[in-house]
């Protein structure tokens, strides 16, 4: 059985840009509990499989195919009804309305298209107006959403040691596919600090807003009125978070500290001034939501640390006198202790600040400073590969993700085979 995103097959079925045949809502291919599954959703979902299996020229069987993707449809309704009935994976309508803007914005940006062109798509290809466009794909996104926090709970509740991911890359190395694009890394990093001044302006605010909080004004309301995270627009949640993956640490004492429910004070780490709820939490994670105050260090500190960097990038070459640099001068501990080294990463693991400073370097070349939040780097190029096979050490981060999911699909699987069992369904095809 494969676990997917049912919502995505509504969605595709629905609304099919990209020059598929527009399908009528001819009729119910499948009832499982409250949840129905049209056929044109179930004949959107097998063209778009067939379409991806003889693009691998792989041997096609339709009838077995047709009876497979039937049955992975109905796992995802029942994963879907049993969802629903649990009060703490509800999805407000500001998430809603925040991934339907999100989703539609993609359309417009793959399709090269403008909103009144796909108004226009969506009539012709489908006779329906864009607020019942609209409606029709909120339940859809809402349903995904949905899932997508189920299997949030179930992925953060595996325990995953070190002896865990040894045995799984023992037993799975030789068909783990090569990773892509990698470098192996060196770096020096300088901490910046706000001035005193800065600092006590945002301690003043924080503290405020935790007064609001104490006099019943609403998290979510603040969040999105006050907080400057990322997360802001959709009231601060940052979905479930497992421990050892927050390299602040005071953040993730908090979080795993706090009781459901239940409000923290204000804290800082060195982003700035938090202060998280605790929406739910299980034995290996917790779904939380924060209001965030940065704390921004002053611009003529930043200016002062990019000269020094810079000064270093050109008395710096060889391997030896980067290692050496790092340890006088990178306040980063952890990396500082290993002269700098950071050794392999692929290019998709880096953030899109560090990848667009090393893109054209070569081996032995050093990056431009690059700016992170409150650190300020530069990057030696040790060395490049178009692929490559898994290291355990270099790459245990990624396999300790891939052990965790492969568990977690195993532990949903079950409870889908036992919610299964004491669902109604009701094929009509």
Known sequence: MKIFTAAVVTIVSAYGLLGATPQKLDGI???????????????????????????????????????????????????LTNAKRDSALAVSSDEVEEALNNHIATILQQNRMTLEQLEQEIYNQQGIGFTRFRAEMREAIRDQLIQQRIQQRIYHSINVTRRDVEQFFTTYQDSLPPLGESVRLSKITKSVAPSQAREQTVFTTIYEIRRRLDQGEDFEALAKELSQGPQAASGGNLGFISKGT???????????????????????????????????????????????????PDEEVVVKVNEKLNALRETIGSTEEFAQAAKEHSTDRVSRSRGGKLGWSTLSNLSSSIRTAITNLEDGEISEPVRENNDISIYRIDEKSDSRRFNFEDDYSILVRQYREYKANQKLIEKVESWRQNTFIDIRI
């Not at 005071?250 to 429910?261: K, N, R």
């Open 29 to 79: 291919a499948a009832i499982v509990g409250d949840e129905v599954i049209l056929i044109s959703e179930f004949e959107a979902y097998v063209a778009m499989q067939m379409e991806q299996l003889q693009a691998q020229g792989t041997p096609v069987d339709l009838e077995k195919v047709r009876t497979d993707l039937l049955d992975n449809l109905i796992d995802n309704k029942v994963l």
């Open 246 to 296: 927050i390299s602040e640490r005071a953040f993730e004492e908090t979080a795993f500290s706090l009781p459901q429910g239940k409000i923290s004070q204000p804290f800082k780490t060195s982003l700035g001034y938090h202060i998280i709820q605790v929406l739910e939490k299980t034995d290996r994670g917790v779904r939380i939501r924060q209001i965030f105050l940065p704390l921004v």
